[in-house]
């Protein structure tokens, strides 16, 4: 079965300053990775997705990934943090091979931003 | 954009008391879900839909758990008789199709309190 592990549970960094979170994906092939992001007292919203192709995706909100398929990794980045990006950040992933449809979601990743 | 909507936003409840959580999908998304996330925790899947009947659930959604889809627009979540431990923020998803590439738009969530 797939599974999604973030390993930092808490993230700070100042506003302005370059942004890395972490996930480590579990899988015999390759799965269907996302990145969530959840604001305070909202639902989650997709910021990007890679299926396969290029190794480097773009998102929403200038917001980016790179696949590491020897890392088993999608992790996401930011050249430049704002304020507005102070979120939980979950990675997840789905199966192409298995007929579900669900979506694991790994615990997530808090990011705080210092002015 | 179209939106996903849940309502109410905060449902406190007894327990051992009947719960409804209601989502307003997508309207031409066929596909639907249930996640809960317990304070501190993972999101995890509950239940998916399609076609008026459940695609697939996972262990936590047991025999005290049921989905409907009583009209054109609604979807809904009842827990028949609430436990301490369903306590947790409740989120409902649609996608336009069940395929695991298809992004699943998520509602802003019910956060569920049994007392």
């Known amino acids: 079965a797939q599974s999604v592990t973030q390993p930092d549970i808490h993230i700070t960094v100042s506003e302005g300053a370059s942004l890395e979170l972490r996930c480590n994906y579990s899988?015999?092939?390759?799965?269907?990775l996302f990145w969530y992001v959840q604001s305070p007292g909202q639902g989650l919203q997709l910021l990007l997705k890679y299926f396969s192709g290029d190794t480097l995706v773009q998102g929403i909100k200038g917001f980016e990934a790179e696949f590491k398929r020897s890392q088993s990794s999608l992790n996401l980045r930011k050249p430049s943090v704002h304020w507005s990006d102070a979120a939980e950040y979950f990675c997840?992933?789905?199966?192409?091979?298995?007929?579900?449809?669900?979506?694991?979601f790994g615990k997530g990743t808090r990011l705080h931003i210092l002015p | 954009e179209p939106e996903v909507t849940q309502t109410p936003s905060h449902q406190v409840t007894q327990m051992g008391q009947e719960v409804i959580l209601r989502c307003v999908p997508i309207?031409?998304?066929?596909?639907f879900y249930w996640y809960r996330q317990i304070l501190g925790q993972k999101v995890e899947f509950l239940v998916s839909?399609?076609?008026?009947?459940?695609?697939?659930k996972s262990e936590i959604f047991d025999d005290q758990f049921s989905v409907e889809r009583p009209d054109g627009s609604n979807f809904t979540l009842k827990i028949r008789s609430t436990k301490l431990e369903d306590s947790a923020m409740y989120f409902c998803?649609?996608?336009?199709?069940?395929?695991?590439?298809?992004?699943?738009?998520f509602g802003d969530g019910t956060r569920l309190s049994i007392l």
């Open positions: 839909f399609y076609n008026n009947e459940i695609s697939e």
């Open positions: 998803a649609s996608s336009e199709v069940g395929l695991i590439n298809q992004p699943q738009h």
């Open positions: 309207s031409n998304h066929l596909y």
């Open positions: 997840a992933v789905g199966a192409p091979e298995n007929r579900d449809d669900k979506i694991i």
């Open positions: 899988y015999g092939a390759t799965p269907y």
